[in-house]
């Protein structure tokens, strides 16, 4: 099916390890981000992706380390990772400003 | 830098009932989008309704409908004949560019 897909649903981890989090899609939008939530803060931008082999950073991007070799994957790596990064992550994707389609997010817990 | 305020943590209303979401933003630009975002428990995040600034009507999607006061910034979503499958998060956002802006959210709850 189309669409976009984020693995894993649920993730634990440990402090200190480093872990990656998986984001593909179906559309071939030029687009790509990654987001966090947290309570009182809404969906925050971790960073954001144009084309394929370009990335830029967000409103909140230590920490974390992204790459796009290919249009329809967008891994965001956390490479070592701090209980403060315990959140749940969307990925999104799209043509321009006028829509996103999300994934269905990953809870990350890091203990 | 552009802002996103939803000054309603939390909100409830009665089964059938209506009841409205406050947004509100700020930006210089004069072309831009807006969205309302419905996030169940199920936690994907369902878009709602979307409006264009240069456009002075107002987004209907069924029971939902927004206000669009662009000169005040303001962006209200209205739920009519609210149902228990509305009970959810409410994410006001904002758009320029290619990257939105949100809002900290709405906690929506309706009581049978």
């Known amino acids: 099916d189309a669409g976009i897909t984020q693995s894993p649903r649920y993730k634990i981890t440990e402090t200190g390890r480093q872990v990656t989090l998986m984001c593909h899609q179906t559309?071939?939008?030029?687009?790509m981000f990654w987001y966090r939530q947290d309570l009182g803060h809404g969906l925050r931008l971790i960073y954001y992706?144009?084309?394929?082999?370009?990335?830029d950073k967000g409103e909140v991007p230590d920490g974390y380390v992204v790459s796009r070799s290919k249009t329809e994957n967008f891994p965001l790596t956390l490479e070592s990772a701090t209980r403060s990064q315990t959140s749940v992550y969307f990925c999104?994707?799209?043509?321009?400003?006028?829509?996103?389609?999300f994934g269905s997010g990953t809870r990350l817990t890091v203990v | 830098a552009q802002t996103v305020t939803q000054s309603q943590p939390e909100m409830s209303v009665q089964e059938a009932e209506t009841v409205t979401l406050s947004c509100t933003y700020d930006?210089?630009?004069?072309?831009?989008?807006l969205f309302w975002y419905k996030q169940p428990p199920s936690r994907q995040m369902i878009l709602v309704i979307r409006?264009?600034?240069?456009?002075?009507q107002n987004a209907t999607e069924n029971r939902f409908s927004v206000n669009f006061q662009k000169a005040a910034k303001s962006f209200s979503l209205k739920i009519s004949d609210s149902q228990l499958g509305d009970t959810a998060m409410y994410f006001c956002a904002f758009s320029d560019t290619d990257k939105y802006i949100f809002g900290t959210g709405t906690r929506l709850k309706v009581l049978a």
């Open positions: 999104a994707s799209s043509w321009g400003a006028d829509g996103y389609t």
């Open positions: 559309w071939s939008h030029s687009y």
């Open positions: 930006t210089s630009e004069n072309n831009y989008y």
């Open positions: 992706s144009a084309a394929a082999d370009i990335t």
């Open positions: 409006q264009e600034a240069y456009k002075q």
